[in-house]
């Protein structure tokens, strides 16, 4: 949920960004002529020393953030599901058996071991879930 609302944010913050930049380049264009007329010649006056991204680049940068994101979001949660949990099942009669599965093989009362067995535990069993 953090992750969805952080890229939310950073898309509305990179939105912004562009059009400011949008929006200052033609802030500039109305207020600084770029023909002049100097004895009959049309000569174009650009500022070389101002330098502002183009809406290529911004459009680039923002795909890359956005690519960076979503394969961090991918490492996270593929470590996530992928963490090892220690499983400890006591039955009715108080008898305790352990097992190791995968993160992402628990689904409800049903779980894959290590080993490949499949375990489905009954309604009286108690279950305790220890991550390492």
């Known amino acids: ?4 609302i952080l890229f939310t944010l950073l898309v509305i913050v990179g939105v912004g960004f562009f059009f400011r ?3 200052q380049n033609l802030q500039e264009n109305k207020n600084d002529s770029p023909l002049e007329k100097d004895t009959g010649n049309v000569t174009n006056l ?5 330098k502002s991204l183009s809406t290529r680049t911004v459009a680039y940068l ?11 979001i991918f490492v996270i949660s593929s470590n996530n599901d992928n ?6 099942i006591i ?4 008898e305790t058996t352990n097992y190791q599965a995968r993160h992402k093989t628990i689904k409800g009362r049903n ?3 290590l080993d490949g067995k ?8 108690r279950v305790e879930m220890i991550e390492q």
């Open 1 to 4: 949920m953090l992750t969805k």
């Open 21 to 23: 930049t949008k929006n």
């Open 46 to 50: 650009m500022n070389p020393t101002k």
């Open 62 to 72: 923002m795909i890359a953030v956005l690519v960076s994101i979503s394969i961090l």
């Open 83 to 88: 963490r090892i949990v220690n499983i400890r």
């Open 91 to 94: 039955g009715e009669s108080g």
């Open 111 to 113: 779980f894959e071991t």
């Open 118 to 125: 499949m375990v489905t535990l009954g309604e009286s069993d």
